[in-house]
């Protein structure tokens, strides 16, 4: 469930401390999961009303855009850890701590993100461009490691396959070749078990100059039987085009101890790189989330001070609380029944209660309707 964080204006409560008004009000009148805790909003240099509104529109799309990106670590960090549900909560602690419990405690990291003499685009921008670097770095570094598990799912299927397609550098020996011939040299058929008579009994007529009774049984499954065979090279390829045309699969295989041992060291060598690129993405998944999570909600806090200037003026002090409702829609209905008259006229209600949108508003009345509230409000995503 998305938690909400709302600002007001600091007359919007009464009686006593306001901002203890407001966290007891929403405690009383929302079903909440835990306090609602203030929104700490830091001292920012708020420059010029038109600066205000061109950052309040950069802010929107960008919310947008590290959304997806913390989404996109998430779904990783679920891929790196399927079926672990314990560890994929691990992986997106924030500062070894829940998301919820961050956010409930959230205080500006002023030794990061200065904000004196800072104007918010600038510091707006600086925490963006931070933030979207990161998320490309992990998604390069997963991506490469998906390369490396496909490979290493490719080295598995020739260990693991039947004799007409395995990897043959376990299977064979010196022994099974004529080696260092001239003129000779030994090919390798795998036969379907079923016809393996039937092999045996042809094989020397398939072409000429095969040499008689040549043909020996290397290794047996429980599909087929790979036999070696020797003819001159010479008749090599008619002899590989008559087994093709019987069914036969040839094996593209010629024997040396430098290949055999290369094939051998190629699944050492991808299971070694894909275990530690995947070492290497777990760390930094992990890293990435925090660091964006950390990222968005610093970048919330500006948007929620920007927004909050623009509706309800200077001086800045507003009234800020973080709360996770058990549902949202019922949240917002009570906080619009409470706080609804800030909207003014454009969310205004009949007499039947409901909300209606202001008809002189012209073409931007339906925004009442749509997603404008009549105070700052935002839900901030949990992955």
């Known amino acids: 469930m998305p938690l909400l964080q709302l600002s007001l204006p600091q007359n919007a409560t009464s009686g006593g401390d306001p901002q203890t008004q407001l966290e007891l009000w929403l405690q009383e009148h929302l079903s909440l999961v835990g306090p609602a805790s203030q929104l700490h909003l830091p001292q920012f240099k708020i420059g010029t009303l038109e600066s205000l509104v061109q950052l309040s529109e950069e802010l929107h799309k960008t919310d947008g855009q590290l959304d997806g990106a913390l989404a996109k670590v998430a779904d990783i960090i679920g891929v790196l850890h399927e079926g672990s549900p314990a560890q994929q909560a691990f992986s997106k602690k924030i500062n070894d701590r829940s998301e919820v419990d961050y956010v409930r405690d959230f205080r500006w990291n002023s030794n990061k993100y200065k904000t004196e003499g800072v104007p918010l685009t600038e510091l707006s921008n600086n925490i963006t461009g931070e933030a979207l670097s990161l998320d490309q770095d992990v998604r390069t570094l997963f991506q490469n490691y998906q390369n490396a598990k496909s490979t290493l799912a490719s080295v598995d299927r020739k260990q693991s396959g039947n004799l007409s397609i395995k990897s043959l550098h376990d299977v064979v020996a010196a022994d099974d070749f004529v080696l260092d011939s001239e003129h000779l040299q030994t090919v390798l058929v795998a036969v379907p078990n079923s016809q393996s008579k039937e092999f045996v009994g042809s094989y020397e007529s398939l072409t000429k100059m095969v ?79 925090a660091d964006l999570f950390k990222a968005i909600v610093h970048l919330r806090v500006i948007r929620i001070f920007v927004e909050s200037v623009l509706r309800y003026g200077l001086p800045p002090n507003f009234l800020t609380a973080t709360f996770e409702p058990t549902n949202i829609k019922k949240a917002k209905d009570a906080l619009v029944e409470k706080f609804g008259y800030l909207g003014g006229n454009a969310f205004a209600k009949d007499k039947a209660g409901k909300i209606k949108s202001d008809q002189g508003l012209g073409e931007f009345g339906g925004l009442a309707d749509q997603d404008y509230e009549p105070f700052v409000i935002y839900e901030l995503k949990l992955y």
């Not at 290794?219 to 045309?245: A, M, N, Q, W």
């Not at 040839?250 to 050492?268: A, H, I, K």
Request: aromatic share 12%; with cysteine; hydrophobic share 30%.
């Open 211 to 289: 040499v008689p009774r040549s043909a020996h049984v290397i290794s047996k499954d429980d599909e087929y039987t790979l036999f070696g065979v020797t003819l001159f090279k010479k008749f090599v390829p008619e002899f590989i085009h008559k087994c093709r045309e019987a069914k036969y699969t040839v094996r593209d295989f010629e024997y040396s101890p430098q290949r055999v041992q290369e094939e051998r060291q190629e699944q050492q060598q991808a299971s070694q790189q894909e275990r530690q690129l995947w070492g290497e993405v777990v760390r930094l998944a992990r890293t990435a989330y």
